[in-house]
């Protein structure tokens, strides 16, 4: 199994009993050569190549579109069999949102490239090392008040890294022929139940504030202008949509794949 990533030297060390068997390589999806050459000699690629913050030449359009087609026109153009493209929940070509239009102008591009391409839009993800409950754990414990998106009311369906990972591999494996699946755990939350959620597994009970999202908009605004943001526009938009799989669409349980619960990891992701 080949990994190809733009700085193949930051590559953190394996999870425990996760495969180790992984060649990592350099490659990055605004250049030809290096795709081509990461590709060569496979049988299968995943597109999971996604960015929060736009900086210089790095763009949504950049990124989620043009470079999405140019990995998935490659690996048609190589032989490949499959491709695997991960987007995200709520992907719309049409919304206002650059992030979240960029997402689904990228499907497109993707499907126009590789017809036969799956696009999975897996729903915020949990798991160890994450960008989702472990920062959220770590300021719930520091802040005796969390200031809340909106009233907290947004709803979402987290699902488990290992679950979405599993779907990958089996979509590779050819156990399924849907062109598009949304994965979401076994439980929706409003965002002010996850947060006393996690509140409640590290022995805290702190005020939840509601805030309003014109001002969170605003201190993105600023925050933005740091060499890291803590916080952007773009992510405080979607923190205003419900990310939550779509009625009818299929997902894993097509792929027989039983979703976990956050409750039921939680303490190896808090470790």
């Known amino acids: 199994m080949r990994v190809a990533s733009r700085h193949p030297n930051r590559a953190p060390e394996p999870i425990a009993g996760a ?4 060649e990592s390589v350099h490659a990055d999806v605004r250049d030809e050569a290096s795709i081509i050459a990461a590709i060569a000699d496979v049988e299968a690629v995943v597109n999971a190549v996604s960015l929060y913050v736009e900086r210089g030449a790095d763009t949504f359009a950049a990124l989620h579109v043009q470079a999405a087609g140019r990995v998935a026109s490659l690996a048609r153009s190589a032989g490949i069999d499959r491709l695997v493209h991960l987007s995200g929940i709520g992907a719309d070509p049409n919304a206002q949102s650059p992030y979240i239009r960029s997402r689904g102008e990228g499907e497109r591009a993707v ?42 009311l947004t709803r979402m369906q987290p699902v488990y890294v290992e679950d979405v990972a599993g779907a990958v591999t089996r979509c590779l494996r050819g156990d399924t022929q849907s062109p598009v699946l949304e994965l979401g755990g076994p439980d929706i939350y409003s965002y002010q139940d996850l947060l006393k959620l996690i509140a409640r597994h590290i022995g805290r009970r702190p005020v939840l504030l509601p805030m309003p999202f014109p001002l969170w908009r605003a201190l993105a605004a600023f925050a933005e202008f740091l060499p890291v943001p803590p916080l952007t526009r773009n992510q405080v938009e979607l923190m ?24 039921g990891v939680l303490d190896d992701i808090l470790a």
Do not use: H, N, Q, Y
Request: aromatic share 8%.
């Open 19 to 22: 495969v180790t068997d992984l």
């Open 111 to 152: 499907r126009a490239a590789f017809p036969s391409a799956i696009v999975i839009r897996p729903a915020v993800m949990f798991g160890p090392r994450d960008s989702f409950v472990t920062p959220l754990a770590k300021l719930l414990k520091r802040l005796p008040i969390f200031p809340l998106f909106g009233r907290g």
């Open 240 to 263: 205003e949509r419900d990310t939550v799989v779509s009625p009818g669409m299929p997902g894993l349980d097509l792929l027989g794949i039983r979703p976990t619960p956050i409750e």
